[in-house]
Each structure stands twice: as C-alpha cells, then as structure tokens.
C-alpha cells in the first residue's frame, strides 16, 4: 500500500468511526453519551408531568431518553452525584420479546392484564432498586425505612426484607416466578399472588431514602417504544400515568407518532387528556428550521471533531449551486446551442437571435424547454421574452426550478443535482440521523475519491450520497417495522409518481410532490388510510401537514396533506422543496401497498395526469420464476 | 470451522433408508404446505414398526397428538414431560413439517428426559417463487412478530447483558432488521453464522445480498462464523465460539436461518440457560415455496448431547 492510500484509509476509517453509527439504539453507552448534544425541547421534558416524547424514526427519541437515565447523566455531567445532574432516572426500551409474552396461550385477556398489571411493578421497582444500588455502589448513603418495606413486600407478595440488596432480590426471584409459571406451568398462574397496578410504587419510593428524588424533581420512567405493548397493556400503563402525582414518580414516553397513542385507562370514560394529564413534546415541530439547523450543526461538529480538533463545519464541506450554476453542470449550454440552431434554421430575425444568445443558458433552456413542453415554436416563446419581461421573469421564477429536472434529457450523467447545507438540511427535515447519514455518505465518497476534510465535497458526491442514502432507506425499510413491505411499495409508488411527474410534467404542474388523500368514488374506509398513513409517518417516511396551515403534525387526520419524505426525493428524483400538492383516491393508496396491485396504480393515477411512467422499480414488479 | 477429528452426526440418507432408522414413534405435522413435508411420513407410512403421531395443532398453546390420543399444552411442562414418558425407543421428530413453535418445545422435553430421540430433515430441491429469494420486498405482516417460542420466555434480569447477539442468517434480510430494530442487541457485539457450505452452492451468496446492509454495520461480516447450512451440530459449535468471544455474557440467539440451523441454536440455548436467550419471529411461509425434495438428513441430536457430558 502506497503512503498516501494508508492516509487515505485511515481517514476513512475515522469518518466512519465518528459518523457512520447514526442509530441509538446501535451506539454503545460510551460513544452516544459522549456524542450526546441535549435537544432545545429538552427542557420541556422536566417536572413531573408525564410526557409523550413524539417523532419518527431517526429524530432522536431513544438518545434522549437514554440521557435521561441515571447512567447517562452521570456520564454526560461527568459527576456522581444527582443533585449535578438535570433530571433523575432510567430507561426501558419495551421489547417485543418480553412484551409479547403477555397474550394468547389460552389465558383470556383479563387474567393476562392481572400478571401484566403484576409485572409492571416489578418490572419499574428493579428500576427504582437498580438506581438504589447503583447510589450505593458510587458511594451514597441509602437509608430503608423498614415499616414502608414491610408494606412494599407484602403489596407484592415477596418475603419481608429490609435492605436494598435483599429488595432487589425478591424482585429478581418473584419475576423468575412468573416466567417459570409462563414456560411450563401457565395453569398455574391463575392462582399466582399478584399485586395491585402501581401500590407498590409508592410504597417503594417511601421506603427509600436518599434518592434524592422528590415530586418536584421526580424519578423519571423512560420507557421507549411504547408502540410495542398491546393496546391492554398500554391501558396499563395510562392508569398509571394517570395516576401521577402522588408519590416523586413519572413516565417520560417516546412514541413514533400520536396515532399509537391509546389514551384510554382502566378506568372507564377517564381517558387520558392533554394537557390535564399528560403533555406532548412533537421532536419535529420543535426542531424545525433553523432550530433543526443549529441542532444538526451541534451534533456533526461533535462527530467531525472525533475525526480533526480543527474541522470546519459541516456547512463549509458543503457549498450549494445557485440553479444558473446546476443548469450549467447539468448541460444547458448544449440545450441552448440547440435553440440557437433552431432558431437560426427557422430564419427567425437576428434581433431575436441576438436576444437569444445574450440570454443566459439557464433562461435559454427555459425558451427551449418551454416551447417544446406547450407545442409552441421557439421563436413565439423567445418574442415573449423579449417583449413581456416582466412576465417572463415571473415564469421563470415560477417553473425555473422544476425546468432543472428536464434539461438532462437522454444523456448520461445526473439529472439533477442535490447540493448544499441548506438542502441537506431540507432533505432530512428535522430527522438528525437522515442529516447524518447525508453527511456521512458524502464525506465518504469524498475521501475515496483522494478529498481530505480540508476541501469541500464536490457537487456530484453530494448529489449521489443523496441518492444513496435513499435507496438504503427504501431498501432498509421492510424491517423496520410489520408493515414494512407495505410501507415499501408504496414509497416506491409514490416516489415513481412524483419521479415521473417532475420528468414529463414540469411545465404543466411544477414540483408537484404533496398529495391530499381522496375520499370520493374510493371505497376503502378512512381508519385504514390513516392507519397506514400514520405508521409510514411513525416509521420517517412520509410527512404530514395539516391541510391548510401547512403546519406540521405527527399524526395522521383525514384534512391533512402529506408528502413522501424529502429525503427521498433524491433518489426518485423530483423536488425536495414543499410545493404542489395532487389528490390520490383512497383506493389507490391502499392499492400502491400491495405486490399485485402496486405497478397498474402507478400507471393509472400518472395516465390520469396525463403522463407514463418510465421503468418501474423492479421490487413493483410480479415476476414469478417459477410454474 | 470444521472439526475433522468430531464424530460426524449428521448423515444423509436416501428416503428410502429412513424405514431402517429404527424409529419407533415419528413426530411430524401437516399444517406447511410444501411438496418435501410428506418426504418423511410417506415413507414411513406403510411401516408397521414406526408409530406415527401426526400432531394438529389446535389453538395457540394445545396440540393434538394422534397416533397417542393425548392433548398437550405447549406452556405445561407436565403435559410434555407426559407425552415423552409415553413413547419407548427411538424417537424421530420431523422438522420438515412442524413449526418451531411446536418442534421446539418437544425437543426439549425429550432433552430434559434424556429420551433417545433423531431429528429428520428433508432438503428442499429449490426455491419456487421469486419473493422467497433475495430481491424481492419480505412481508413481516405475514409473521406472529416476535414472541418468544413456547417454553423459552425471558422476562428475568439478565445477567451481564452486553448485547451479545448471534442471528443464523437466512434469505430474508429484513427479518434480522427487525430483530436490530426492536431488541436490545447491539450491532457492534453481533456475531453472525452463515450456513456455508449451503444446501446449494448459491445459497451462501444470497444469505450475504439479503442481509448486506446489516452486515455492512460496524464490520458485521469479519465476525461472521459458518456452518454447514445442513448441519445443526456444526451451527451449534459455531454458538459455541461466538459465546467463548463474548466471554460467555448473555448472549441471544435469532434462529431465523435453516431449520438445522435452527435446531442447532434451541440445543445451545436448551444447554445454556438462563445465560443464552432465543429471539424468534415466527414466519408464516407461503403455500409451495419450495419443490421436490433432494434427500433426507438424520440428526443424532441425543447422542450428540451425550457427548457434550452433563449441562
């Protein structure tokens, strides 16, 4: 290996070290807490009031959450006492595995929500005794009030004890009790003790001093994927969270979107009301814009400085193309040296010629481009121009834009171009780990290529990580969640619509990529749609506004208008930027999710704007290999 | 890594042999609709030394097991331990046609009886359908979802839980994407076991394009071990090594590759509770997915056990 492929790689090496591990849940404690940037919603999550942390994949639920335990802020605030540290408490992610076994077997659903009711305080008091121990073992002092262990025992049927170490024994053995009743003798939990949903708790909390916990600064629950407990168990724990106030306890809760919100309790017509009883913290609304911007910012200063102390920001590796510059990248001197033949060989008049050429090769391509999208001779479109500038000057502000997605017509090379801080900020849209994984992938191209972190990522390397980094989300996303090959097909569906759309339609309906869900002449009922449409939301894959504010929410309703997610554009190719908006029947959404169906939708809905598309994605495509 | 000094007990056999096997009482099942599931039954059909017990399963946790007229709980270890008390000599349980939910839990109340007991296993000669094979957009919605197998419930503390995870890989990338996605299993603590040599000499290049993007995660594919696609004892050796680098910590295994792969993994975890941890995800495979049947494998799994010594 020569010397310089050895600087190479060792670059390489760190770049992927610092920036290519985006997933919290993959980062060991070690790297996410000394990466961790706090959030500008952080503060919201304080105080006792229970919360429901909301955003989609990748916005950054699960490092938050996790930087909220005890651990964490140990680690983040460097010292070993709580009262340094900004809040008090401990995470649990709710795991399938775990979670799951509390149904069927042929135990009915009452008996189930007895052992559930029976595990979930066992499960949050060897969170609360973990915490206890760990205090002890960093040298604090843990007082047990004997009289309230006494009553934490028996509301939980363990044996009597009055000691940290000996509570989180009884805990330990009374859990084992129930699974050992579940793997091999589940006709016997039917006569197992149980306990009364939260009593122990409080009981707990009293019996432990010196946790420096209080209902002002409350221990806080941190449990994460809430959407994986059932709908019984998420009534569980509503009562619970219902029942806050009492005693220094709270649930902070991070859930992909508002539609997995169950709200109702154990107690009947007492659901949960925000804000009575819980608040919401939206991620995405509150990091939008420039807050998202300056988040990003924080989080890949921090990662680009494990590569150089002296790195420059993240927005001076990448320099933009104002859309004269990508015109010219993407070959309009050759579209406007085609104006110029044809216009010559129409024996149009020289004044209109000279116009022509003191054009620039942007506004050519526009002539050109526009005369042969509306069946309009050049020199008809050239003579408005010339004549009407002012109205020429708002046509070409109005569809300049959507005209750079046609200028690259049967010649290789890229389409269209996705450069710039600005745009990869757009491209994520409030997802840090999409802004991540942008940045990643276009240093990494960039350093493969002989670049170092002191020259900016060429344009083509930005534009194709972006495109990458599609692709892999398209391709990643059949497991990420159960409904994931449905959430497949149709981002493939829509992302060829709106691809198509922005090819062979830009001068008809530019930069059409939103669409509003259409109910006429469509049979599928509407919880289906919004059903669908709020796991594609949950799962960072398609946005959602409401209709007419264009303000963002997290969850699905039927007046919303909804857009594939940006960062997707690239990929498809068609305008990230938020702009017009189609109808699509209900039908037809449900139809795009589906392997029969997903490829004669597409044609249809574009047939009905008057466009084919070109190949098809070929995951769309029904070819049995065998009789 | 291959042990050429072990004794080999995994041998295949033509169909026809399986009559000389010896078995006495042939578990098997008909709920998987392929051509190879009736491989092993038919053959045994007409041999008036094997007791054939076909088992229906009747809802979530019970199953009927004909041929002995008992019901038995998936969840009631009593009702196994029973079923396993009934049956004198050899038995053989065919993991071409049962679930895992339901060979999983015979398979280990035959092991905690010390029961002689074969496992049978009917190659599949090829794949029928493209959406079997990488490429094609795999559809969890078909799955239970993960849930443990019956009898294999964590709910206790783990001890020394790092994250340590050993998936056996199969076709369907975005079932271990699931597994990443929603457990507590840390990519960079990830050991994967491909079945290599495969069934089909292709087969070990496909588990690697459907599974590229998880591999590609913090250098997955260096930690990769094989085993012989056909061979539980090989996958089971390969648990082993991957355990021993992880110091012998939790470790939690996806049997989401072949089914000896499989088995190979609820043998390591039946011998190494409670420290080893399965995690399944229960596929429902479509109608026909595989054609014709190219030989029949026979497992020794008691006398593989034997020489393991005790637990």
Not at chain 1, 299 to 305: H, T
């Amino acid at each position: 290996m020569f010397a310089t492929d050895r600087v190479e790689s060792e670059l390489l090496e760190q770049v992927n070290r610092a920036l290519g591990q985006v997933r919290a849940e993959y980062e060991s404690d070690d790297e996410l807490y000394r990466r961790f940037a706090a959030p500008l919603y952080f503060k919201q999550l304080l105080g006792i009031t229970p919360a429901f942390l909301v955003g989609g994949r990748g916005t950054g639920k699960t490092t938050t959450l996790r930087s909220m335990s005890f651990g964490g802020q140990a680690r983040i605030s460097g010292s070993l006492s709580p009262s340094a540290w900004e809040v008090v408490g401990a995470y649990w992610k709710v795991e399938p595995n775990v979670v799951s076994v509390f149904r069927g077997k042929g135990v009915t659903e009452e008996l189930w929500a007895q052992v559930f009711s029976h595990y979930l305080n066992l499960k949050l008091s060897s969170l609360v005794v973990d915490y206890a121990v760990w205090l002890m073992n960093s040298g604090h002092e843990i007082h047990v009030d004997e009289h309230r262990a006494e009553l934490f025992c028996r509301s939980l049927n363990l044996n009597v004890c009055n000691d940290v170490t000996s509570l989180a024994r009884g805990i330990d053995v009374a859990i084992v009790d129930v699974e050992s009743k579940i793997n091999g003798n589940i006709s016997g939990l039917a006569a197992s003790a149980m306990s009364v949903l939260g009593r122990p708790l409080d009981y707990l909390f009293a019996a432990l001093r010196g946790l420096e916990v209080t209902r002002s600064r409350p221990f806080m629950f941190c449990l994460d994927e809430y959407e994986n407990l059932s709908s019984y168990q998420q009534k569980l724990l509503n009562t619970l969270i219902k029942q806050v106030g009492g005693a220094p306890y709270t649930f902070k809760i991070g859930v992909r979107n508002t539609v997995a919100i169950d709200r109702s309790t154990q107690i009947e017509a007492q659901p949960l009301q925000d804000p009575a009883d819980f608040k919401t913290v939206d991620i995405v609304v509150d990091l939008k814009d420039e807050s998202f911007e300056l988040f990003a910012s924080t989080v890949l200063q921090q990662r680009l400085a494990l590569i150089a102390h002296d790195a420059p920001e993240a927005a001076a590796l990448l320099p933009g193309l104002s859309v004269e510059e990508e015109s010219a990248l993407l070959g309009a001197e050759l579209v406007r040296n085609q104006l110029i033949e044809q216009l010559n060989d129409a024996g149009v008049d020289r004044q209109d010629i000279e116009f022509a050429e003191g054009l620039s090769h942007f506004e050519a391509c526009m002539v050109l481009r526009w005369a042969q999208s509306h069946n309009e001779s050049p020199e008809s479109v050239l003579r408005f121009a010339r004549t009407q500038p002012k109205k020429w000057s708002v046509r070409v502000g109005n569809y300049g834009y959507a005209m750079l997605f046609t200028i690259r017509e049967n010649r290789v090379g890229e389409r269209k171009y996705y450069t710039g801080w600005k745009t990869y900020c757009q491209l994520a849209d409030g997802n840090i780990r999409y802004m991540i994984r942008l940045v990643y992938e276009a240093l990494r191209m960039h350093v493969i290529d002989g670049g170092n972190l002191d020259s900016p990522i060429a344009m083509l390397h930005q534009t194709r990580a972006a495109s990458r980094v599609g692709e892999t989300t398209i391709r990643d996303l059949q497991g990420w969640s159960r409904q994931g090959a449905a959430l497949t097909r149709l981002s493939l569906g829509l992302g060829s619509i709106f691809g198509t759309l922005a090819r062979e339609m830009a001068f008809a309906t530019p930069e059409v990529n939103q669409f509003r869900v259409g109910y006429s002449g469509s049979t599928t009922p509407a919880e289906n749609v919004d059903v669908l449409l709020g796991e594609a939301v949950g799962q960072g894959i398609i946005i959602g506004f409401d209709g007419d504010k264009n303000a963002r929410r997290s969850g699905a309703t039927r007046e919303m208008d909804y857009q594939l997610h940006p960062v997707l554009a690239p990929y498809f190719i068609y305008s990230s930027r938020r702009k017009r908006r189609m109808t699509i029947g209900a039908d037809d959404i449900i139809a795009l999710t589906s392997r029969e169906s997903a490829a004669p939708t597409i044609r249809k809905v574009l047939s009905g704007r008057g466009a084919t598309p070109g190949r098809l994605p070929d995951q769309l495509l029904d070819f049995p290999t065998g009789s | 890594m291959l042990d050429l000094y072990e004794a080999s007990f995994t041998r295949k056999i033509p169909s026809a042999d399986l009559k000389d096997l010896g078995v006495t009482h042939l578990l098997y099942g008909v709920g998987i609709e392929e051509d190879r599931a009736d491989t092993i039954v038919g053959e045994l059909v007409d041999s008036e030394a094997v007791q054939l017990c076909r088992v229906e399963d009747l809802d979530d946790a019970q199953c009927r097991v004909h041929g002995l007229e008992r019901t038995v709980n998936l969840y009631e270890a009593a009702d196994l331990q029973a079923l396993v008390s009934s049956m004198g000599g050899l038995v053989g349980v065919d993991l071409t046609s049962l679930e895992h939910r339901v060979w999983a839990p015979l398979v280990r109340a035959l092991v905690e009886a010390g029961t002689e007991f074969v496992a049978l296993y009917a190659e599949p000669n090829d794949y029928r359908r493209s959406d079997d094979l990488p490429g094609a957009v795999y559809d969890l919605s078909t799955s239970r979802g993960i849930e443990p197998l019956p009898g294999f419930a964590r709910l206790a503390r783990r001890q020394d839980d790092d994250g340590y995870f050993a998936p056996l890989l199969g076709f369907e990338g975005a079932r271990l994407g699931h597994i990443f996605d929603q457990e507590e299993v840390e990519v960079s603590k990830t050991s994967p076991v491909i079945g290599s040599p495969g069934f089909r000499v292709e087969y070990p290049t496909y588990t690697y394009l459907a599974n590229r993007d998880s591999l590609s995660l913090d250098r997955m594919e260096q930690r990769v071990e094989y085993a012989r696609a056909s061979c539980p004892f090989e996958a089971y050796r390969a648990l082993e090594r991957v355990h021993a680098r992880a110091g012998g910590k939790h470790l939690r295994v996806a049997p989401i590759g072949t089914k000896p792969h499989a088995l190979g993994g609820i043998l390591y975890a039946i011998r190494h509770e409670p420290i080893v941890e399965l995690i399944y995800d229960h596929p429902v495979r479509s109608k026909g997915r595989t054609r014709g049947s190219r030989g029949v494998y026979v497992y020794e799994v008691s006398a593989f056990l034997k020489t393991l010594g005790a637990a």
